[in-house]
């Protein structure tokens, strides 16, 4: 069990750890002239049930604020440590807000000094201290009476055997999630390297095992390991360790550095949370400096669900941070004023990856009520029921902290192979509204280009949904086409019965014109020129050729002029060759005119082969151009 410290400077929070534990948590010279805690002190303590006893004495200055959040972030236990002469004082209440707003749920009271007072001065002063915590979760916590500077003081002996109590029922952390850990002391250690400390708030971690600083990204390879003070082979969620990292230096490492498994190393400057203010107004791009874990950072608050962020009126903001920051949804945070003066609220993580456009929309703040349910105790469930274009396996892992192959899916949860090795997850329900949106396209195309055999497999995802993963697109496609639900004639896709059917004297005027197009290759004769040489009136032709392109047999780049399927293929060959397809290049290779080159270059754009970028024109990822036949 690790336990925190809180309580207002010069309350005796030190003495009381060394008398419980046998252990002077102030060890730097400065700490020993000022006779205060500048920095985080630990101790541990064996107790009897075989269990260990960490201790996190923290400063109780105001300056050190910072030092004292960071120290109980993933605490077990709050020991509240209030003067029996001084009584509650600025500190007491800032530390007592900061552990709630940190989620830290179960304490007690060291009323400490009681030497220094009578029996009048302590009643009044626990008095106090029952009011002050009346309306918090420690309501009703225990309160030991110490004088720590006593040797064999009744009341420590009383508070250790607590403590030990507690420690005997408390709750194990689940270690089944991906390892976490936010370091709050780095240091180098002769002949042994890099070492950082901190409370593991998930997972494990074992001698051998290879992690990943963030922010940062660089590898760390797991030495040794300290545990609750002992050497140990590996490490848990819940305790405090101490890892000797290879490959890192120190000076690449800071308080508030998150050392985490691979798969957790992702960060975004973006947060999404709900954040509750105790005092002040907030309003758009209001200045504020945040604690997360053992880091401490500036951003500005945007809210979401309004103009500002009221007292008492829990709110979502979006936090946009200077840096690039790592959380995971559920972590609390704590929030002070602009001067870091004065705690004014805090809150907890729903989306670590905030958008950076459209963070208003329906769509985005029915995202986060399904964050808010998960962190609730919800499954993966309504994460999944809020991506309609399914989500992938990566990010999940991520948001949840689960490893891949334990992800709790539904029953009704499609994987989708992605390159890499990667897998994207979707709903049957999320497929069948995105077959229904191909399906209200192709209706649409086909009403408003009634002469098209339909578009082709990109230029569809274009118009039904652009924003889709493109193995998704193809995996939904294929379905379709399995399942009968859209047809393919060539390269276009179309609604089923749009069958085109030519009459005997239609396929014999059609032939010659399919081999006069066929031998014009790359720049074959236009409408009126066929209309000439086969002396056919020339709306006869463009009726005609119109019906082949909609029957799949020919394309038409530009209204009257129609390309054959097998140059047509020849020149998607030559784009997808070509080091840098413009137009002068592809005029070039090809031998058309300008103006021609670009009609085609256009043409492969509008039809979702390739996109435009600049002067360029790339072909898609993962389009492909079909053979003639």
């Given amino acids: 069990m690790i336990v925190g410290t809180a309580g207002h400077i010069d309350h005796g929070k030190t003495t009381l750890t060394r ?33 260990m006893l960490g201790v996190i004495d923290v400063p109780g200055h105001e300056k050190f604020i910072r030092t004292m959040a960071s120290g109980v972030t993933g605490i077990d236990y709050a020991l509240l440590v209030v003067a029996a002469d001084d009584g509650v004082m600025p500190q007491t209440v800032e530390h007592l807000a900061i552990l709630r707003l940190l989620g830290v749920r179960r304490g007690a009271v060291a009323l400490t000094k009681t030497d220094r007072a009578d029996a009048a001065r302590i009643a009044a002063v626990e008095g106090d201290i029952a009011a002050l915590l009346a309306d918090t979760p420690f309501a009703g916590a225990p309160v030991f009476r110490t004088a720590a500077t006593q040797p064999g003081d009744p009341g420590v002996a009383a508070l250790l055997a607590h403590l030990a109590e507690v420690a005997g029922t408390l709750p194990s952390r689940d270690d089944r999630r991906l390892f976490r850990l936010g370091v709050d002391r780095v240091f180098t250690l002769t002949g042994q390297g890099t070492v950082v400390t901190g409370t593991a708030l998930a997972g494990r971690v074992a001698v051998g095992d290879t992690l990943v600083l963030a922010p940062g990204g660089q590898q760390a390879r797991v030495r040794g390991i300290h545990a609750q003070g002992r050497t140990a082979g590996e490490g848990r969620g819940g305790e405090r360790l101490a890892l000797n990292l290879a490959g890192v230096a120190k000076e690449e490492i800071e308080r508030g550095t998150w050392i985490v498994a691979p798969a957790l190393q992702a960060c975004s400057e973006r947060v999404d949370a709900q954040l509750a203010l105790a005092t002040g107004v907030l309003k758009a791009w209001s200045p504020v400096h945040v604690h997360l874990g053992a880091a401490h950072h500036t951003a500005h608050v945007v809210p979401l669900d309004g103009d500002t962020v009221q007292p008492g009126r829990p709110a979502r903001v979006q936090l946009v941070f200077d840096v690039a920051v790592h959380a995971v949804p559920g972590d609390r945070f704590v929030v002070r004023n602009a001067q870091a003066t004065q705690t004014i609220g805090g809150g907890i993580v ?21 964050l808010q349910s998960y962190v609730d105790g919800g499954g993966v469930s309504a994460l999944l029921a809020q991506s309609p274009l399914g989500v992938r396996a990566a990010a999940l892992v991520r948001l949840t902290q689960s490893p891949g192959d334990a992800l709790a899916l539904p029953p009704t949860c499609l994987r989708i192979p992605l390159p890499g090795g990667e897998e994207l997850l979707i709903t049957e329900d999320a497929l069948a509204r995105l077959e229904q949106s191909v399906l209200d396209a192709l209706g649409g195309f086909h009403a408003k280009h009634p002469d098209d055999a339909g578009p082709e497999l990109w230029r569809l995802k274009r118009m039904a949904q652009p924003d889709a993963e493109d193995a998704l697109w193809s995996a939904l496609v294929a379905r379709m086409l399995a399942a009968g639900s859209i047809a393919q004639r060539g ?74 399927p097998r140059p047509l293929a020849e020149m998607a060959k030559i784009v997808a060759t070509l080091p840098d397809t413009q137009a002068a290049t592809f005029r070039d290779a090809t031998q058309l005119g300008r103006k021609r080159a670009i009609q085609v270059l256009e043409f492969f754009d509008r039809v979702g082969y390739t996109r435009r970028v600049r002067n360029s024109h790339l072909v898609r990822p993962n389009a492909s151009w079909p053979e003639a036949i």
Avoid at 29 to 48: D, T
């Fill in 19 to 51: 008398a419980l534990t046998g252990v002077d948590t102030d060890r730097l010279k400065e700490e020993k002239a000022r006779g205060i805690s500048i920095e985080l002190g630990y101790a541990y303590l064996p107790l009897a049930n075989g269990e």
């Fill in 350 to 370: 729903l989306d670590p990856f905030g958008a950076a456009r459209k963070r208003r929309s329906p769509a985005r703040l029915a995202w986060l009520d399904a």
């Fill in 491 to 564: 390269h276009s896709l179309h609604l089923p019965g749009r069958s085109v059917e030519l009459t005997g004297e239609e396929q014999a005027l059609a032939a010659p014109l399919l081999a006069a197009l066929e031998k014009g290759r790359f720049d074959p004769p236009w409408v009126r020129d066929l209309s000439k040489e086969h002396r056919v009136p020339e709306g006869e032709v463009r009726r005609l050729l119109r019906k082949l392109a909609r029957a799949g047999e020919l394309s038409q780049v530009v209204p009257d002029l129609f390309y054959h």
